[in-house]
């Protein structure tokens, strides 16, 4: 790892303004991400802001069907919050399912989502809850928000404090994990709200998370685990590695889906 | 250089390190703590965690700084003198290690998911143990002692 220098913040304005004033400066959440990457010297911030002190970006509310998710709220902390299970079970799944109990000690929602690694769980609930993610200075819609693999609309320096979301009438979230790394090699995350069924894919699009437009209009009109059996998935979009080529991955997305709708009920 | 200062094991600890000095290096060269293990570069391998504020982490994740204030649990921290802490005691029971590299991240994760199992009053079946050391590897024994002596241990 490459020298940097480290601050420890106590409210958002003050991490705003110490990575602002650095000259490479980066936020660090959890370091589930950023500490592995510098370790391999993939990236040598000059200055690192911890913000997992802050307390006013921590912790789970859920007020009618308003939930807010604090930025700097461990994956434990989400999946173990019984209010939002009792009204959002699919991200509570999530969240216990993402990498292992010490990652998910540390990781952060915020950390995974300013990530955007095309793997990772949580870009695909948030896109598909139709998700608000809130900022420093503004309020961004998941639809804007994931860009591209590892891309998102966040500006330098700019800092997500929570995330919230309207709580649907069902959803769920089916993932099929590397076996290696927990990352997921297709995930699916399922939900039927107000504004009709959103269905959002990651760890299989070549391009980072999507939403499935055939899937959305099948389950619209048919909400079963049939309705996305036969659902075409565009091969040419899909990831291949050696983890597993496109046609695999195009498989494994519809089989999730299925899994996910039946599990949502 | 910055000091750095925490308790581990119930002891408070100081030492000036620099900024980018991960907690595992901090224990093990600083404090001459070497029970906790490093046995890879990809946070995947878990045979480096520790406790922190009552949570098991991964030390090779952590910067020391980042667990300035905090209390820091290790496996040496687990025994009371001779007296070997019931999960270590399960281990050499049921013959839970064959070369030992893994074994104080599995006692330290098995702890951490004994303790969350009770808080929670989950009863920690053999599945459940299995998909909570996930992020726990062992090259030597095919996990099924390791499995048995979290089960005993658990109660
Ligand atoms: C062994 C292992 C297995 C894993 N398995 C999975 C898995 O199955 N699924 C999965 O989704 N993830 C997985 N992860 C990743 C994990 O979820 C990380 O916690 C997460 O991706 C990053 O969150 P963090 O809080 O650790 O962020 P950090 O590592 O601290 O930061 C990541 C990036 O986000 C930026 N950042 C952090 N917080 C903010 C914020 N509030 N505003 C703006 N930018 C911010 C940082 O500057 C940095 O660039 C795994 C990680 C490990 C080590
Ligand atoms: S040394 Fe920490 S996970 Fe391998
Ligand atoms: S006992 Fe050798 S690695 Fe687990």
Known sequence: ?265 | MTTVSMTVNGKEVSADVEDRTLLVDYIRENLKLTGTHVGCDTSQCGACVVHVDGKAVKACTMLAAQAAGSEVVTIEGLANGGDLHPVQAAFHEHHGLQCGFCTPGMIMTAVDMIERAKASGQKLDEATIRSELEGNICRCTGYHNIVRAIEAAAG
Not at chain 1, 136 to 146: G, L
Not at chain 1, 153 to 169: C, N, R
Request: charged letters at 20%.
């Open chain 1, 1 to 265: 790892m490459y020298e940097t220098k480290y601050h420890r913040a106590s409210s958002a304005d003050e991490a705003v303004k110490l990575a602002g004033s650095a000259d490479d400066g980066q936020f660090i959440a959890g370091g589930q991400t950023l500490i592995p990457t510098m370790k391999q010297r993939l990236a040598s911030p000059s200055d690192l802001v911890d913000i997992r002190n802050i307390d006013a970006m921590k912790g789970v509310n859920v007020d009618g069907n308003k939930v807010t998710i604090g930025a700097a709220t461990t994956h434990a902390e989400v999946a173990d919050a019984p209010q939002l299970r009792a009204v959002c079970q699919g991200i509570s799944d999530l969240a216990g399912h993402i990498g292992d109990p010490a990652v998910r000690h540390m990781g952060t929602i915020g950390g995974s989502v300013a990530n955007n690694d095309p793997a990772a769980d949580y870009p695909a609930a948030l896109l598909a809850l139709g998700a608000e993610i809130i900022t420093n200075n503004r309020t961004i819609s998941a639809d804007d928000f994931f860009t591209g693999m590892f891309e998102t609309a966040l500006e330098d320096g700019e800092l997500i404090t929570s995330i919230s979301f309207t709580v649907p009438d069902k959803s769920a979230y089916s993932k099929f994990p590397n076996p290696a790394s927990r990352y997921a090699m297709a995930g699916v995350f399922v939900a039927k709200g107000g504004d009709g069924v959103r269905v959002a894919v990651t760890g299989a699009g070549s391009d980072g998370v999507f939403r499935h437009a055939g899937m959305e209009e099948a389950l619209g009109s048919n909400w079963s685990a049939d309705a996305v059996a036969d659902a075409d998935v565009d091969e040419a979009m899909m990831l291949s590695d050696i983890h597993g080529n496109a046609a695999y991955r195009a498989n494994l997305v519809r089989v999730m889906a299925k899994r996910a709708v039946a599990a949502a009920g």
